[in-house]
């Protein structure tokens, strides 16, 4: 891989848009130049920032501390122009078995109501990779360029500080082997293979249990099917029973019917006559609910009708009586003023009795109340009203009643009659037979039906002791099975043992010699170590002198320890199979002149096809930057200046 270019848009201090070519050819140095302060750690963050994301090792330590570093990375010039938007850009060359591409990969952060968005997107020849899903393509870039191998490709003073000193030095050296030369991955593989194994015989331990499970479900599944061969007999003979005992009463049934014809068609005589009798019943019931709707309360209180038609027929007479007093009245007067009549006394005295008499009844009549004060009209039609009903459908009513009484009485007797069977014992021992049949015939229906729910019972268990039966016989089957897979394992636990032995040796072989290659070019003269190995055992670092004896590496002086590490990482750079190219921020700061030398004429040149180094005046001066000048395909100045934060060139070159 090499970087071919890289934009910085309102990161940290670079504020804006910044662009920087960092293609290398045979000239394989990018030279970087600034004093602290000026934005040089922030080019190598950028960069591993747009490469690896919440995955930077500097970021990832803490909860929501991606979140807080991506928030205080924003450059704080920028809001006050209110660009929210800031992203790092990065055109990258891929060189690999299969394909030389080049990708371009962009990670911007918008801040909207004070949430940040991240959007990741790779391009390759210019077009978005759309046929890696989005949440992928991270682990498509890891795939191309490895978290663990960046550790040791972009570094600056304090990882060479963190590789020499303190207790975690080895730790982080031995991890480091490990990773490079592919020894991890087979530990890794030789412990899941390790707990694969332990589970399969814990596992296996279970067999005889397997067993004893499979006998005893098949003893199970043995009863249940020699119980229902017993049923499934049982129904075969209930039902040659049940066929028997049918046909014998189909014989005696039509032997009862021919000794019971007569009786038989006198029945059914019997009950076309009671079909008559119910239809002339049926008729007079309605007759009756005719007149008992409209006419039944004038019946009912027929005596009260009876009250009311005298006091109606008396109160016709009071009113009558009187008009007569009236006209009597009137009819007097016009006596006494006639004088002619006056003077015949006897005839006077015959109008006068005859109306005292008239005089004495209309008194007698006028004495009684009147209840109802109706008129004429209403009186004769209360009066025809009652009359009819009384009179009428009293008598209609009543001879009904008698015709429905002797109706029932005719279908009573003969119903009755129906029900009266001829007590001949012929007869009689033909329907006990037949009685008796018909009750075999249930019982016998019901004992079939019995064995037929077991059977169904018995054999849905069956199917279930069935599954489980075959689960089993998969088990031990799979147990045998895991006794192939055991040996195997072991057979490949012991290939990775050999195999990794061989990959130490060889491969450490091939360190040490990278390594021992390496510091041999870089120390001086009077330095102490003349060659470096590592241990096969526990992969630990041992210095030997000029006598073969080994050094603590301790006593080596500060110089020495830190083109130690450059030599180690060199090493590892080189069994990588990698092309990564080397990023160095402030490599040469603890150095002293001869060792700066040495580093800058032999390890820069040859340490990777693309090298990218962070300096300041005091690491590479003048002459520093003449002893690299051949190598170096192009330079930049990074300043305080916020308008004009980068200019190509070295300062101190010149």
Request: glycine share 2%.
């Amino acid at each position: 891989m090499k970087i071919k270019k890289l934009i910085i848009n309102n990161f940290k201090c670079f504020q804006g848009y910044y662009k920087l070519d960092l293609s290398t050819n045979e000239n394989n140095i990018i030279l970087i130049g600034g004093l602290n302060g000026t934005g040089k750690t922030s080019i190598v963050e950028a960069i591993n920032l747009c490469i690896y994301g919440r995955l930077y090792n500097h970021i990832i330590s803490k909860k929501d501390s991606y979140s807080k570093f991506i928030k205080y990375s924003k450059n704080r010039n920028s809001e006050t122009v209110n660009d929210n938007s800031y992203y790092i850009e990065m055109e990258i060359e891929i060189e690999d078995d299969y394909d030389n591409s080049t990708l371009i990969l962009r990670r911007q952060w918008n801040i909207e109501n004070k949430k940040i968005n991240e959007s990741f997107t790779i391009y390759k020849e210019g077009r978005p990779l759309d046929y890696i899903p989005k949440e992928y393509l991270q682990d498509y870039l890891l795939s191309l360029i490895p978290h663990y191998i960046s550790e040791y490709f972009f570094f600056d003073g304090e990882k060479i500080k963190e590789l020499t000193i303190g207790n975690n030095a080895e730790k982080i050296l031995n991890e480091a082997v490990r990773k490079i030369i592919g020894l991890e991955s087979y530990e890794i593989l030789d412990e899941d293979l390790s707990r694969l194994l332990s589970r399969i015989i814990s596992k296996n331990a279970k067999r005889n249990k397997l067993y004893n499970e499979l006998s005893e479900k098949q003893n199970q599944k043995d009863r249940l099917e020699s119980k229902i061969k017993t049923y499934q007999k049982k129904i075969l003979d209930n039902n040659n029973t049940l066929l028997e005992i049918k046909n014998k009463k189909i014989n005696l049934e039509a032997k009862l019917k021919k000794e019971a014809g007569i009786f038989a068609t006198e029945q059914q005589n019997n009950q076309l006559i009671i079909q008559d009798l119910n239809k002339e019943l049926y008729n007079i019931n309605e007759e009756i609910k005719l007149i008992c709707g409209e006419y039944l309360p004038f019946i009912i209180t027929s005596d009260l009708c009876k009250k009311l038609l005298y006091q109606l027929k008396l109160e016709k007479k009071v009113h009558e009586t009187i008009i007569k007093e009236i006209m009597l009245n009137d009819i007097k007067e016009r006596i006494n003023n006639n004088p002619k009549i006056k003077k015949n006394k006897d005839i006077y005295k015959l109008i006068n009795d005859e109306f005292y008499n008239i005089k004495n009844e209309i008194i007698e009549y006028k004495e009684k109340d009147i209840l109802h004060d109706l008129s004429p009209t209403d009186m004769e039609y209360i009066n025809s009203v009652i009359e009819n009903s009384i009179k009428k459908y009293n008598e209609k009513l009543l001879s009904l009643l008698k015709s429905k009484q002797k109706l029932e009485s005719k279908i009573h007797i003969i119903n009755k009659k129906m029900q009266t069977v001829p007590h001949d014992k012929y007869i009689e021992q033909y329907i006990n037979e037949i009685s008796s049949i018909k009750s075999q015939i249930e019982i016998l229906k019901e004992s079939k039906l019995k064995y037929e729910r077991e059977i169904v019972s018995d054999e849905q268990i069956i199917n279930k002791i069935v599954k489980e039966i075959n689960e089993l016989k998969g088990n031990i089957v799979m147990a045998k099975t895991d006794d192939h897979k055991v040996d195997l394992l072991n057979r490949i636990q012991y290939v990775i043992e050999e195999y990794s032995e061989l990959l130490i040796k060889s491969r450490l072989n091939e360190l040490q010699n990278k390594i021992t290659e390496m510091y041999n070019n870089l120390s001086n003269k009077d330095d102490m170590v003349k060659d470096i190995n590592f241990n096969k055992n526990d992969l630990s670092l041992q210095l030997f002198d000029y006598n073969d004896k080994k050094i603590n590496k301790e006593l080596i002086s500060e110089g020495e320890k830190e083109i130690l590490v450059l030599s180690i990482l060199w090493g590892l750079s080189c069994l990588s199979d990698k092309n990564i190219p080397l990023i160095v921020d402030s490599p040469l700061a603890r150095l002293d002149q001869k060792h700066v030398d040495n580093i800058l004429k032999h390890f820069f040149p040859t340490a990777s096809k693309q090298v990218i180094i962070f300096s300041h005046d005091r690491e590479i001066d003048s002459k520093g930057y003449d002893k690299i000048l051949k190598k170096i395909h192009k330079s930049y100045t990074l300043t305080f200046d916020e308008k004009n934060k980068i200019f190509e060139g070295y300062s101190w070159g010149k």
